[in-house]
């Protein structure tokens, strides 16, 4: 059986010494960015790598690009040979944030053409309380090499988007909380607002409260309320920089609406250029 969306800890714990599973450990906190390093070396799930959202899920960033351009593929498909990941592999990625910073190495490994791909499902915080191991003993990793099968359709520039919202041919749903996509708070970024003609859903709306996704169905029946008939293909997400979008993506994913597109500069690349039109519901 293979995982392409969420897995439980259930089914993690069950397949943890599978030989062609690997597991990996994305947590991160933006401020203090080696926290989630540190963590890591202090206790992850056994044989689990360590991704770094800056350093392994992220390219370096210009005077062009959002906070969390996205990486350098073909380093990445290095990285990915390096951690003895194949093609065949299943892969599964935990966070300590519900699945904030794993949905972007989902999708990453996703846009690779890599199915076989799942995040954890509440993420460390479940696997511990329900009083799953930990360990501080590091994978040796036996290197191999990673094809991809890149699936360009996933990804949308923001010219693309400009033409997609200029023809109303699309909808595109922000990720980020209700008070910076109005314009009332912006911790991040040096402009405040939103892209004209976005819609708002905060990815916390995915979860329940203990930081799980809502059941298949809840999530479609919330999705289709936001998107109307509109088709999943037609469904750009974004977010402040690109990452916490794939939450949305994920969710999406999750209840059967399949084929969304990420734009993955988001906000941060988007108010690069003044040119752009930005909208606030700040007075």
Same mark, same amino acid.
């Given at each position: ?6 897995i ?6 069950? $397949?943890?010494? !599978?030989? $062609?599973?690997f597991?990996? %450990?994305?947590r ?20 689990a ?6 350093? +392994? ?7 062009? &690009?959002g ?21 065949? #592999? ?6 300590? @944030?519900s699945?904030?910073? @794993?949905?972007?190495? =989902? =999708?990453?490994?996703?846009y690779?053409?890599?199915? $076989?791909?799942?995040?954890? +499902?509440?993420?460390l915080?479940? =696997?511990?309380? !329900?009083?799953?191991?930990i ?9 191999? #090499? ?7 359709? *996933?990804?949308? $520039?923001?010219q693309?988007?400009?033409?997609a919202?200029?023809?109303? #041919? ?10 910076r996509? !109005? ?5 991040l970024?040096?402009? @405040? ?9 905060p990815?916390?709306?995915?979860? %329940?409260? !203990? ?5 298949? @169905?809840?999530? /479609? /029946?919330q ?5 109307? &008939? &509109? ?7 974004m ?7 794939c939450?949305?993506l994920l969710? *999406? ?6 084929g ?9 690349? =988007? ?6 039109a ?6």
């Amino acid at each position: 059986m293979s995982f392409t969306t969420l897995i439980s800890p259930e089914d993690l714990v069950n $397949n943890l010494h !599978q030989s $062609n599973w690997f597991i990996f %450990d994305a947590r991160f906190n933006l401020a203090d960015t080696q926290a989630g390093a540190t963590a890591y070396r202090h206790g992850h799930i056994a044989n689990a790598r360590y991704a770094h959202l800056d350093r +392994d899920l992220s390219s370096v960033i210009t005077s062009f &690009t959002g906070r969390h351009p996205l990486p350098d593929l073909n380093t990445l498909i290095h990285k990915l040979g390096a951690w003895g990941v194949s093609n065949s #592999s299943q892969i599964v990625i935990y966070d300590d @944030a519900s699945g904030a910073i @794993a949905g972007r190495f =989902w =999708w990453l490994l996703r846009y690779l053409g890599h199915e $076989n791909v799942a995040v954890l +499902d509440g993420g460390l915080a479940c =696997w511990q309380k !329900q009083g799953r191991p930990i360990t501080t003993h590091l994978a040796k990793p036996t290197p191999t #090499s990673y094809r991809p099968n890149i699936n360009g359709a *996933m990804l949308v $520039n923001a010219q693309t988007l400009e033409q997609a919202l200029a023809k109303n #041919s699309i909808k595109l749903i922000d990720a980020r909380a209700a008070e910076r996509f !109005q314009g009332k708070v912006e911790p991040l970024d040096p402009v @405040a607002g939103h892209i004209p003609k976005a819609l708002n859903r905060p990815f916390s709306l995915n979860l %329940d409260a !203990q930081g799980r996704f809502l059941p298949a @169905a809840e999530l /479609q /029946q919330q999705f289709r309320a936001l998107i109307g &008939t &509109t088709p999943a293909t037609q469904v750009i997400h974004m977010c402040g920089s690109g990452v916490t979008a794939c939450h949305n993506l994920l969710a *999406m994913e999750i209840a059967g609406l399949t084929g969304s597109k990420l734009y993955a500069g988001s906000w941060s690349e =988007w108010i690069r250029n003044k040119n752009r039109a930005i909208a606030s519901d700040h007075n």
